[in-house]
Structures are given as C-alpha cells and as structure tokens.
C-alpha cells in the first residue's frame, strides 16, 4: 500500500474506480471515501525560525 496513492485516494470520488481492484482498495474506499477532506492554504504566513545554539 502506497501512503501518497492508495491512502489519499481514497478521499477522491474521482480515483475510487482506479483504487477498487488494489490491495485493500475496496476497504479504503468503504471506510474512508465518504470523508470530507479540506484544503487551507494560508498565503500571508510568516515563518519565524527559532534556531537553538548549544
């Protein structure tokens, strides 16, 4: 089982015809393909780095 196509997959309608006949395919469709997945991107993000000097 591939963690980047079988997995994630199996939140897009789209793919589930694709994902169907792989191992495990039929159950990651059943248990997690009425899931809703969001995406957030949030663009005026400041990245703050923190650097520890021992």
């Not at 015809?17 to 899931?35: D, H, I, K, S």
Request: with cysteine; glycine share 4%.
């Amino acid at each position: 089982m591939s963690l980047y196509e079988d997995l994630v997959e199996a939140w897009v309608p789209a793919k589930h015809e694709w994902l169907w006949p792989r191992p495990l395919g039929q159950e990651l469709v059943n248990r997690l393909g009425r899931q809703k997945m969001f995406n957030y991107c949030a663009f005026m993000l400041n990245i703050v780095p923190f650097i520890t000097m021992i």
